[in-house]
């Protein structure tokens, strides 16, 4: 199993930024598609955004022009920069590799307020 250690949430107000680590301890995550997910409180954990080992990116609708992910693969990082937050993007934000999902880490939250 990967370890995946998340960070960088915290609380901002409506239209303000925050970007997100992702560091993991396996050698596989530079060869692998890495992908941010999150989940708010009653609700399903929801893929966010994922890029590929050659960097193609997919991101949920509601954050298309938001947010942007990217990896630094010498580091073992992938970061999910987030801009013109919404107190709807409030939930706590994981890692993982999806599809082959490996136990999911703490993870970070992220709290927009109105």
């Known amino acids: 199993q990967v370890q995946l250690v998340e960070s960088g949430g915290g609380l901002v107000h409506a239209g303000g930024s925050l970007k997100l680590s992702c560091v993991s301890s396996g050698t596989i995550f530079s060869i692998t598609r890495v992908g941010w997910f999150r989940q708010a409180p009653g609700k399903e954990r929801e893929l966010v955004a994922s890029?590929?080992?050659?960097?193609?990116?997919n991101y949920l609708d509601s954050v298309k022009g938001r947010f942007a992910i990217s990896r630094d693969n010498a580091k073992n990082t992938v970061y999910l920069q987030m801009n013109s937050l919404k107190p709807e993007d409030t939930a706590i934000y994981y890692c993982?590799?999806?599809?082959?999902?490996?136990?999911w880490g703490r993870g970070t939250q992220v709290t927009v307020s109105s």
């Open positions: 890029i590929g080992s050659r960097g193609d990116t």
């Open positions: 993982n590799l999806p599809p082959n999902i490996q136990r």
